[in-house]
């Protein structure tokens, strides 16, 4: 099968996370949503970077909901559909670091719950919901350490922990019961 081939196959499995990202259209820039999922279905990382540089000068409510979500539910989506986006790893780090600096405009809550990504994949998700969480006022911390945080804890993804957690904020699943990622940041 060709490359071309393989893509178009991967896209028509790639689920439509723009059913679940409804919630978070912006008023702000829904062009910038739509230039972001064009991207991801269309499988541009250049244009992926390019609207990653430009969110850095919006507000982190903006960001968080026109480029940062889908960029990190089209990731999330491509992984689960088997053809993981060349360069991914790398634009999740960017995207993560983009969080966190967002995060640090912020005024400084105290932490109330710490969010363990299910997996290495989900890391960046983690940082997004804290950030959601944070623009609620709800003070939360991303815990990667392989023993139990000194709080009460959400897994973040889709896949289990070890570590024990009272709740969950799944990634792609539809978990009955628990906020998903669009809804968070909502």
Request: hydrophobic share 45%.
């Amino acid at each position: 099968m060709s490359s071309s081939a393989d893509s178009q196959l991967l896209h028509d499995q790639l689920p439509d996370f723009l059913v679940d990202l409804s919630l978070v259209t912006s008023h702000v820039s829904p062009g910038l949503r739509e230039a972001v999922v064009s991207a991801m279905r269309q499988r541009d990382i250049t244009a992926l970077n390019d609207l990653l540089d430009h969110s850095a000068t919006l507000q982190p409510e903006v960001a968080l909901r026109a480029v940062w979500l889908p960029i990190v539910m089209g990731l999330d989506s491509w992984n689960a559909a088997g053809g993981p986006l060349p360069e991914g790893r790398c634009l999740a780090r960017s995207l993560r670091a983009q969080a966190r600096s967002a995060q640090l405009s912020l005024p400084s809550l105290p932490v109330s719950c710490w969010l363990i990504p299910s997996t290495e994949h989900d890391t960046t998700a983690a940082h997004l919901a804290v950030l959601a969480l944070s623009l609620r006022g709800v003070g939360a911390r991303v815990w990667t350490w392989p023993m139990p945080p000194p709080g009460s804890a959400f897994l973040v993804g889709d896949a289990d922990s070890p570590v024990a957690t009272v709740g969950r904020i799944p990634t792609l699943s539809d978990d009955p019961g628990w906020p998903q990622m669009p809804t968070l940041a909502a």
